[in-house]
């Protein structure tokens, strides 16, 4: 299975600033998911980033708030912009077991606190 | 579209019984289902997949889950619940390459 990590595992900034999240992955792959998990709720995809293409986001979720690059197929950004309280969440990178396989192995998270 | 549902916010079981935490999905053709379990200040871990063949499927830590069709449900079991089991419970289904989550089960055991 893929070993994914992420920088920072988590952050405290103020409202108005602005927090870019990095996952990098042991292994290349095609495609890279960003998703968000507010307090006690579930995992909403915002994104999938594939290299070399724009990203591809979710009904709810826009490039100018959440920027994501995609420069190789081993690494991916999410800028979480313009921060309010509300986006005070975790936030997970995932990639693809593999063709055929179907799971998705997930990255520990970075942890973002907006004051 | 392709949806899961969790229907207990909370399981509680003694350490030593079996435990179950409840799934039902909807979705438009074949599912691919999955249980991920999420411990405390940690990442999602990938515990069992459902995608063809079998009915009952093994995973990881000693966890099995069953496809159900005709109830639309893919249960997750353990036939002795262990302390270190406690922890939030997701089950997902794959959707035109992207996972789509319930809204997790907290399971506690107790010693």
Known sequence: SAVISQKPS???CQRGTSLTIQCQVDSQVTMMFWYRQQPG???TLIATANQGSEATYESGFVIDKFPISRPNLTF???T???LSPEDSSIYLCSVDSGVSSYEQYFGPGTRLTVT | AQSVAQPED???VAEGNPLT????YSVSGNPYLFWYVQYPNRGLQFLLKYITGDNLVKGS?????????SQTSFHLKKPSALVSDS???FCAVRDQGKLIFGQGTELSVKP
Do not use: P
Not at chain 2, 21 to 24: E, F, L, N, P
């Open chain 2, 10 to 12: 909370q399981v509680n």
């Open chain 1, 10 to 12: 988590r952050d405290i």
């Open chain 2, 21 to 24: 935490v409840k799934c039902t």
């Open chain 2, 87 to 89: 922890a939030l419970y």
């Open chain 1, 80 to 82: 979480v912009s313009n």
């Open chain 2, 61 to 69: 830590y000693g966890f099995e889950a069953e496809f159900n069709k």
């Open chain 1, 76 to 78: 991916s950004t999410l």
């Open chain 1, 41 to 43: 709720q579930s995992l």
